[in-house]
């Protein structure tokens, strides 16, 4: 089993910054892309940011220049850098990972989310 765990999220103000975190633990033999994903309440899930093992990455049009993703392969463990925060960036994120669990077995695993809000 694969646990993702997902902290840094909170209340700050419109202009201001976060910094989430994504750690995976459990049985992992490797790890493919993880990604940071987000749902604003009666919106679709979407994907924020996609992260590569050779740590490519790939953003969406909305926080583009805003949002910065990094990986640490030794701690299996990704991070969303967030600045110039809008109010529309108000949401629940969670990290997603690509896990091979064996050189045979391979699944997707979720965090449990953690919340992001954006007001003055």
């Known amino acids: 089993q694969v646990q993702l765990v997902e902290s840094g999220g909170g209340l700050v103000q419109p202009g201001g910054s976060l910094r989430l975190s994504c750690a995976a633990s459990?049985?992992?033999?490797?790890?493919?892309?993880m990604g940071w994903y987000r749902q604003a309440p009666g919106k679709q899930r979407e994907m924020i940011a996609t992260i590569t093992s050779d740590t490519s990455t790939n953003y969406a049009d909305s926080v583009k220049g805003r949002f910065t993703g990094s990986r640490d392969n030794a701690k299996n463990t990704i991070y969303l850098q967030m600045n110039s925060l809008k109010p529309e960036d108000t949401a629940v994120y969670y990290c997603n990972a690509d896990v091979l669990t064996t050189r045979l077995r391979r699944d997707v695993y979720w965090g449990q989310g953690t919340q992001v809000t954006v007001s003055s």
């Open positions: 459990g049985s992992i033999f490797s790890i493919n892309a």
